[in-house]
């Protein structure tokens, strides 16, 4: 009777040390999101499917820029690209590669992509 | 009476570990070593096969991907541009991209890693007492350099998870399917539950799921079985 109730006792307390320890080692937490994200998500999406109206969408992602940057935290892989593919539709070629060079800088395994887009677009020219 | 007290607290431990391990992970491990051998730091994520009958199910997949992928630590090419450049190369379908070499792939994005998502299920099933929008979707990542599987998986989400069917008779289940119904096809609710499909997918950090990537600060933390 003794022995049984030393075994829950200590089985207890292992249980809840693991437990400590578990929360501790990130098992259960949940760390804070690496990147701002704005609206860019639906962003995709509705160019995506289609919904190509560049100037609406420039003025809402300057505007997730302009707000990630006064929350002091960082924009997602791909934005700045997304952005630069928006300007140049609209013509503007000089923030086409502005925002391409932003995005090899910030992400840097972007480089050979991002090499083959310009090397394209003067191809285009 | 020594010898009595320490072989039951050596079986107590033992059951005690056991509980432990059990509760962390209860699916039999995934095998993460072609995974752990490459570490892959750019992931480029393929337009994915639609085998639903909804058209947008592609489009909708493809931009609920970037989030888990990026927030569990790795670059995502921009999908936007990624779509744009197969389309400029002829590739306007996802089974002609699908097949496309890999040698290809990484010669024009220079990605690690490429993943091909299958869309199972996208949309909308009518039924009198409960319409329900399910999401389902298999994944796949492949080594660009070597062409091995890094890992496979599969995961499902649907509007009636949690559903509450209790509590006014059989008229209350009525009336709620058809406002469901209404809601569900008004405001493209697949694509509500796929951005649920996509984290469960493709998050790290979830049981037989992707490993963290070099930009997460669990990097190189995940992936090992407990007491190992």
Redesign the interface.
């Known amino acids: 009777m003794l022995i049984t109730r030393s075994c829950i006792l200590s089985t207890l307390r292992f249980a809840i040390g693991s437990l400590a320890i578990v929360w501790l080692t990130g098992c259960v937490s949940r760390p804070q999101p690496l990147y701002y994200w704005g609206n860019y998500e639906s962003q995709q999406y509705g160019y995506l499917k289609g919904n190509k109206s560049p100037e609406e969408a420039i003025q809402s992602l300057e505007n997730v820029k302009e707000e990630a940057k006064s929350k002091g935290k960082t924009i997602p892989p791909g934005m700045s690209a997304h952005l630069g593919l928006l300007y140049g539709l609209t013509g503007r070629s000089d923030l086409f590669e502005q925002n391409l060079q932003a995005e090899r800088l910030q992400f840097p395994e972007s480089s050979s992509y991002i090499d083959f887009l310009l090397k394209q677009s003067n191809k285009a020219k | 009476m020594k010898k009595?007290?320490t072989k039951?607290?050596g079986?107590?431990?033992l059951?005690?570990?056991s509980?432990?391990l059990g509760g962390?992970a209860t699916q039999k491990p995934y095998d993460y070593t072609a995974f752990k051998e490459s570490r892959p730091?750019?992931i480029l994520v393929l337009p994915p096969v639609n085998n639903s009958p909804d058209i947008?199910a592609t489009?909708?997949m493809?931009?609920?991907s970037?989030?888990p992928l990026?927030?569990s630590?790795?670059?995502?090419?921009?999908?936007?541009?990624v779509?744009?450049?197969f389309k400029?190369n002829g590739l306007t379908t996802p089974a002609d991209i699908h097949s496309v070499p890999i040698a290809k792939l990484r010669e024009?994005?220079?990605?690690d890693a490429a993943l091909y998502i299958n869309v199972k299920q996208y949309g909308t099933t009518y039924a009198v007492i409960a319409s329900e929008t399910r999401v389902t979707a298999e994944g796949k990542l492949v080594d660009l350099r070597s062409g091995s599987t890094l890992w496979a998986g599969s995961a499902t989400a649907s509007s009636a998870e949690g559903s509450n069917n209790s509590g006014g008779g059989l008229v209350g289940l009525l009336v709620r399917a058809a406002i469901r119904q209404i809601i569900e096809t008004v405001s493209d609710q697949g694509?509500t539950i796929a951005a649920q499909t996509s984290v469960r997918l493709l998050s790290a950090?979830r049981p037989n799921g992707i490993l963290y990537g070099p930009?997460?600060?669990?990097y190189q933390?995940d992936g090992t079985p407990p007491g190992r």
């Open positions: 009595l007290f039951p607290v079986l107590c431990s059951l005690a570990i509980l432990l962390c730091a750019s947008n489009y909708s493809l931009s609920r970037t989030i990026a927030e630590g790795y670059y995502v090419y921009p999908v936007t541009l779509d744009e450049t400029q024009i994005f220079g990605a694509h950090g930009r997460s600060p669990m933390k």
